[in-house]
């Protein structure tokens, strides 16, 4: 099992910057990919952002409406996730979710492919 945290959402006018965390516990972090999704209210959770870990080089991927804009990053040392959000956008408005999957084999742990999710955190981009 794992549990996930986000923090650092809140109101930020268009333009602005933001900086979501997620803390992960409970499991091997580094062989999880970890990700962002956002929902808005009446729509589909869509995903950010990934970054996954293979040896010492960390490899992110983006959704086309975020990128240039928006990045992921993540410590394995303190078992967390960022992800820090520039020029933001009304339409960035949603609630976020920080997401662990599973990539890898852990001997008498969950199977691979699991996902865990974080309890969301808001983020309302307005003037």
């Known amino acids: 099992q794992v549990q996930l945290v986000e923090s650092g959402g809140g109101l930020v006018q268009p333009g602005g910057s933001l900086r979501l965390s997620c803390a992960a516990s409970g499991s091997i972090f580094s062989l999880y990919r970890m990700g962002w999704y956002r929902q808005a209210p009446g729509k589909q959770r869509d995903l950010v952002a990934t970054?996954?870990?293979?040896?010492?080089?960390?490899?992110?991927d983006y959704a086309d409406s975020v990128k240039c804009r928006f990045t992921i990053s993540r410590d394995n040392a303190k078992n967390t996730v960022y992800l820090q959000m520039n020029s933001l956008k009304p339409e960035d408005t949603a609630n976020y979710f920080c997401?662990?999957?599973?990539?890898?084999?852990?001997?008498?742990?969950?199977?691979?492919?699991?996902?865990?999710w974080g309890q969301g955190t808001q983020v309302t981009v307005s003037a």
């Open positions: 997401n662990a999957h599973l990539t890898r084999v852990i001997i008498g742990g969950p199977r691979v492919g699991s996902d865990y």
């Open positions: 970054i996954t870990t293979r040896g010492l080089t960390n490899y992110a």
